[in-house]
């Protein structure tokens, strides 16, 4: 009996996955969806070099940000090499990956909006929510990794109560969050209210909520509360990384980032009282330091 033949995206997503060893289904779909848009644009045509440049710069480069740019090339890429599409040299075609961009204007979490923040969700009483944006302050971690949270991996009788070897959706890195004392109160409140069984947060038994769900509960807290709605959970991660008192290195396993490189560029922004301490450090004038215990003086000796 002679198999059924395997469509294209199927085969596409088997590809994906066997070559780059760590890619979820959602991922998979976003990764279809901009290849579906090009053949759509390509009218039946087989890709080649040429149209693949027209597309590039005719569509791309017009419509897209740097940073929108970034998945949508690494798809296309994978399309074209799943095709086998080469270039005029012979070589692999490749789309160019952009550079991402730092934003114009970085946004970060006041104090003053914080607390406003808290108060407001407290007030409110639900506690899930109440204990997401508590986790959200304190791991810094992605939605999408937020949501994904396994319970078994939530380690509240430690002497520094964390998440255990969380593995990032997004780079693969694992990471190991703590956890603050006044989060650990409430979770505990949450986790024997709801009694989750699979994840911290979930919709259903067993079933995570979906990554854009952080964003929606920041979203409608803001408004009742009277806050600017641009809080998102990228403005959580850029405040932590801006108040990160300690090593960089730290702050990444905090936080999930695999590269210190993206830390510093998109979210460790500068900081007045720590700009101001290190220029005093280095240009205040020496008389104005405390001194140094002189060896000679006879109290030492």
């Known amino acids: 009996m002679t198999p059924e033949p395997v469509d294209e995206e199927t085969a596409f997503r088997a590809f994906v996955r066997r070559k ?7 991922t998979l779909n976003r990764y279809w969806t901009y290849v579906a848009n090009l053949k759509e644009w390509l009218e039946g045509e087989d890709p080649t070099p040429a149209n693949i440049d027209a597309y590039h710069e005719s569509v791309l480069m017009k419509r897209y940000v740097p940073n929108s740019r970034v ?12 095709r086998k599409i080469r270039d005029e040299e012979d070589e692999p075609l490749r789309l160019p990956i952009p550079e991402t961009e730092a934003a114009e204007e970085p946004r970060t979490l006041s104090d003053e909006e914080w607390d406003a923040l808290k108060k407001h969700l407290e007030r409110r009483g639900d506690l899930r929510e109440l204990t997401l944006v508590l986790v959200q ?11 994904a949270i396994p319970l078994s991996l939530v380690v509240l009788d430690a002497e520094h109560p964390h998440i255990a070897g969380k593995r990032q959706r997004k780079t693969g890195a694992f990471v190991k969050p703590f956890i603050s004392k006044d989060t650990v109160r409430v979770l505990r409140r949450y986790i024997a209210a709801y009694g989750p069984r699979q994840y911290l947060f979930e919709k259903d038994a067993g079933v995570a909520f979906h990554r854009r769900w952080p964003l929606e509960v920041l979203h409608r807290a803001c408004k009742r509360a ?9 403005v959580f991660r850029r405040t932590g990384a801006t108040n990160w008192d300690g090593d960089v290195k730290d702050l ?50």
């Open 252 to 301: 990444a396993a905090q936080g999930g980032w695999k590269d210190v490189k993206t830390i510093w560029k998109h979210y460790r922004q500068v900081k007045e009282e720590r700009h101001w301490d290190a220029f005093a450090r280095t240009f205040e004038p020496a008389a104005e330091r405390p001194k140094l215990a002189d060896p000679e003086d006879p109290a030492f000796r």
């Open 137 to 147: 302050r304190d791991t810094l971690l992605r939605p999408c990794d937020l949501v």
């Open 20 to 26: 780059s060893g760590n890619v979820s289904e959602e």
């Open 71 to 82: 998945p949508i090339c690494s798809a296309l890429n994978w399309w074209l090499r799943f």
């Open 226 to 234: 009277g806050l600017p709605e641009d809080i998102t959970s990228r």
